[in-house]
């Protein structure tokens, strides 16, 4: 008789460990799963289809083709401030500033890497963050932009970026440089010279070959050189180093090269040009986050369609509200080395530069895009600038409402966009202004239409957002619930009668909880399959219901242990919560402190 609490000391043990074992298996699985749901909350694509291109009613498209310089990994500071004996580092574009067009700060948004950046100037939207997934090199969902909607697009440039574009889009030209060339361990400004050099010999081979200069002299014709020469120099040798420097210099020398040559060759003053950068340079020689550094790049437009330059009084505005995609505020002061307070400035958002680019040449914006037009820049007429307006509108609702009639279609319970419902109205208000002439009026309401078109492209992005984080949230809560439940059950001492009343009626309670808990999986999943949701929306809903039903299932411990503790001495509930209070002060801690490795 004495030796009989052994085996069962035995038996009790080995009934912990397979417990223990069950629990690492379902830890994994229920990590693995939720991690998922990073993708569907964070990492959604915001591209849809299906939407109409919508044309500019332009008495005259401002220009017949268009020059896209970008200086990639070129940051506006750089570009803009003197050198050490007070020269500007980029006279030709100054000069530019200063006599031909209009300038700016572009912010970028992160992630401030190459593709994002380009994919944000010629397509006008936030890179698709499930991009990530392929490194940033190539197209898991494919998108409008402004080579789409060209007559002819032409580009030279790095093989990360030009083929983005190119590759698959019939009505282009184009080349770009071996991967072998992109060495850090030399000057890479060649680059650059190669870029330029590739479209002068285009030019030079036109004139003995007809059907390419015919392809030259159409319209809507969109040419593009990618001068990789900053970023490649920045992360080899830093951006303020000599050989970063001069690269700065270069990429000036070639705009206005690329300027000379453009006005020589078709003689006609109907090319437009834009200068600008995909992102900046960290002082480390890296990017990628939201630091100045990384978002602030320079933006230089002139030519056909482009304003000329207006002179300011400086005076220190206050701050409006109004925040840029990296949340930098309007109207920010220019820094007094810039030189440059007597001319006029205007910040865009990144993705602001594809509805100007598309509207210089008289273009649909590209379907996916969600820049506001910056008329600032344009040099048109009241009727075409809100109509130019109006299309920028049109364009970025209609994209609102394809996600609108997509999420209709698929929801038992919808709930549309309350701002947005009377659309239809305010768009006919918008074509009687115009046709009474009230320019002014119109431009109005189209650019708060356009603002409300924007919130509700957010609106239906984040749709499924309190769905989907309740249900990760109440996961993770039940995991560690049942977590606390295994420690309570086999390692604490409470009394043998505690686990006695909670196993009164063991099998009926559990059978019952684990039929109540199918039950409830099988209407969740019905109703999932009839909004057709994905399948991890399943796995994430299945996961929480079965924590919660294990809980559940425990109730009846749960209270006695409850109890028990209260009826425990004051000191001994104190103990327990200082010494967990200091187990999460020292958890933060360790978190806090861990490095940071920059890459």
């Given at each position: 008789?004495?030796?009989?609490?052994?085996?069962?000391?035995?038996?009790?043990?080995?009934?912990?460990?397979?417990r223990e074992r069950?629990l690492?298996?379902?830890?994994?699985?229920?990590h693995?799963?939720?991690?998922?749901?990073?993708?569907?909350?964070?990492f959604k694509?915001?591209?849809v289809?299906?939407?109409?291109?919508?044309?500019?009613?332009?008495?005259a498209?401002p220009?017949?083709?268009?020059?896209?310089?970008?200086?990639?990994?070129?940051r506006?500071d750089?570009?803009?401030?003197?050198d050490?004996?007070?020269?500007?580092?980029?006279?030709?574009?100054r000069?530019?500033?200063?006599?031909?067009?209009r300038?700016?700060?572009s912010h970028?948004?992160p992630p401030?890497?190459?593709?994002?950046?380009h994919v944000?100037i010629?397509?006008?939207?936030y890179?698709?963050?499930s991009?990530?997934t392929?490194?940033?090199?190539?197209?898991?969902?494919?998108f409008?932009?402004?080579?789409?909607?060209?007559?002819?697009?032409?580009?030279?440039?790095?093989?990360?970026?030009?083929?983005i574009?190119?590759?698959?889009?019939p009505?282009?030209t184009w080349?770009s440089?071996?991967?072998?060339?992109e060495?850090?361990?030399t000057?890479?400004?060649?680059?650059?010279h190669?870029?330029?050099?590739?479209?002068?010999?285009?030019?030079n081979?036109?004139?003995?070959?007809v059907?390419?200069?015919?392809l030259?002299?159409?319209?809507?014709?969109?040419?593009?050189l990618h001068?990789?020469?900053?970023?490649?120099?920045?992360?080899a040798?830093?951006?303020?180093?000599?050989?970063?420097l001069n690269n700065?210099?270069?990429v000036d020398?070639?705009?206005?090269?690329?300027?000379?040559?453009?006005?020589?060759?078709?003689?006609?003053n109907?090319?437009?040009?834009?200068f600008?950068?995909?992102?900046?340079?960290?002082?480390?020689?890296s990017?990628?986050?939201?630091?100045?550094?990384?978002t602030?790049?320079?933006l230089v437009?002139?030519?056909?369609?482009i304003?000329s330059?207006?002179?300011?009084a400086?005076?220190?505005?206050?701050?409006d509200?109004?925040?840029f995609?990296?949340?930098?505020?309007?109207d920010?002061?220019?820094?007094?080395?810039?030189?440059l307070?007597?001319?006029?400035?205007v910040?865009?958002?990144?993705?602001?530069?594809?509805p100007?680019m598309?509207t210089?040449?008289?273009l649909?914006?590209?379907?996916?895009?969600?820049?506001?037009?910056?008329?600032?820049?344009l040099k048109?007429?009241?009727?075409?600038?809100v109509?130019?307006?109006?299309?920028?509108?049109?364009?970025i609702?209609n994209?609102?409402?394809?996600?609108?009639?997509?999420?209709?279609s698929?929801s038992?319970?919808?709930?549309p966009?309350?701002?947005?419902v009377?659309?239809?109205?305010?768009?006919?208000?918008i074509?009687d202004l115009?046709?009474?002439?009230d320019?002014?009026?119109?431009?109005?309401?189209?650019?708060?239409?356009r603002s409300?078109?924007?919130?509700?492209?957010h609106?239906?992005q984040?749709?499924?957002?309190?769905?989907?984080?309740?249900t990760?949230?109440?996961?993770y809560?039940?995991?560690?619930?049942?977590?606390?439940?295994?420690v309570l059950?086999s390692?604490?001492t409470?009394?043998?009668?505690?686990?006695?009343?909670?196993?009164?009626?063991?099998?009926?309670?559990?059978?019952?909880?684990?039929?109540?808990?199918?039950?409830?999986m099988?209407?969740?999943?019905?109703?999932?399959?009839?909004e057709?949701?994905?399948?991890?929306?399943?796995?994430?809903?299945?996961?929480?219901?079965?924590l919660?039903?294990?809980?559940v299932q425990?109730?009846?411990?749960?209270?006695?242990?409850?109890r028990e503790?209260?009826n425990?001495?004051f000191?001994?509930?104190m103990?327990?919560?200082?010494?967990s209070?200091?187990?999460?002060?020292i958890?933060?801690?360790?978190?806090?402190?861990?490095?940071?490795?920059?890459?």
């Amino acid at each position: 008789m004495a030796g009989r609490p052994r085996p069962q000391a035995h038996s009790s043990s080995a009934s912990t460990r397979r417990r223990e074992r069950w629990l690492v298996v379902l830890g994994i699985a229920l990590h693995a799963v939720y991690m998922l749901s990073i993708f569907d909350i964070y990492f959604k694509s915001p591209i849809v289809h299906g939407m109409a291109p919508v044309p500019p009613r332009l008495s005259a498209p401002p220009a017949k083709r268009l020059v896209l310089l970008v200086a990639d990994g070129l940051r506006a500071d750089k570009f803009f401030e003197p050198d050490e004996r007070g020269r500007y580092r980029a006279p030709f574009l100054r000069g530019v500033i200063e006599e031909k067009g209009r300038w700016g700060v572009s912010h970028a948004r992160p992630p401030t890497e190459s593709r994002p950046g380009h994919v944000a100037i010629i397509a006008g939207f936030y890179e698709d963050p499930s991009a990530v997934t392929k490194g940033w090199k190539a197209n898991p969902v494919e998108f409008d932009s402004v080579f789409n909607q060209s007559r002819h697009t032409i580009s030279f440039g790095s093989p990360d970026i030009v083929p983005i574009f190119c590759s698959s889009l019939p009505h282009s030209t184009w080349g770009s440089y071996p991967h072998e060339y992109e060495d850090f361990a030399t000057d890479a400004s060649f680059l650059d010279h190669w870029s330029f050099d590739q479209f002068e010999g285009l030019l030079n081979r036109s004139l003995d070959d007809v059907k390419l200069r015919q392809l030259l002299l159409q319209d809507k014709l969109v040419i593009f050189l990618h001068l990789l020469g900053c970023d490649s120099n920045g992360h080899a040798h830093r951006p303020y180093s000599s050989i970063y420097l001069n690269n700065v210099k270069v990429v000036d020398e070639i705009a206005e090269r690329m300027y000379n040559l453009m006005e020589s060759y078709f003689n006609d003053n109907q090319t437009a040009y834009v200068f600008t950068a995909d992102h900046g340079m960290s002082d480390k020689g890296s990017h990628g986050d939201g630091h100045p550094s990384n978002t602030d790049t320079p933006l230089v437009a002139w030519g056909a369609g482009i304003r000329s330059p207006k002179f300011l009084a400086y005076t220190d505005k206050p701050d409006d509200g109004f925040r840029f995609v990296d949340d930098h505020r309007h109207d920010m002061p220019t820094p007094q080395n810039w030189a440059l307070e007597g001319f006029e400035r205007v910040d865009v958002n990144q993705a602001d530069i594809a509805p100007l680019m598309a509207t210089l040449v008289g273009l649909s914006c590209p379907l996916n895009s969600v820049g506001n037009l910056p008329s600032h820049y344009l040099k048109l007429s009241k009727s075409d600038e809100v109509e130019a307006v109006l299309a920028n509108t049109k364009q970025i609702l209609n994209q609102f409402l394809q996600k609108s009639e997509q999420k209709q279609s698929s929801s038992l319970y919808f709930k549309p966009f309350k701002p947005l419902v009377n659309y239809s109205s305010v768009l006919d208000r918008i074509e009687d202004l115009i046709s009474a002439r009230d320019y002014k009026t119109a431009m109005k309401y189209s650019e708060e239409l356009r603002s409300m078109a924007l919130a509700g492209l957010h609106y239906f992005q984040t749709y499924d957002w309190f769905m989907l984080m309740t249900t990760i949230t109440l996961g993770y809560i039940g995991w560690m619930a049942n977590l606390i439940l295994h420690v309570l059950q086999s390692y604490t001492t409470f009394p043998a009668n505690l686990l006695k009343r909670t196993q009164v009626y063991p099998k009926n309670t559990s059978m019952k909880v684990y039929i109540g808990g199918c039950l409830f999986m099988g209407l969740s999943s019905i109703i999932l399959l009839l909004e057709k949701s994905p399948p991890l929306y399943h796995a994430y809903v299945f996961m929480t219901i079965f924590l919660w039903t294990r809980i559940v299932q425990n109730y009846e411990f749960m209270k006695s242990a409850w109890r028990e503790l209260f009826n425990m001495p004051f000191k001994y509930i104190m103990n327990l919560l200082i010494s967990s209070v200091a187990a999460l002060l020292i958890l933060e801690f360790l978190v806090r402190t861990q490095p940071v490795i920059d890459t």
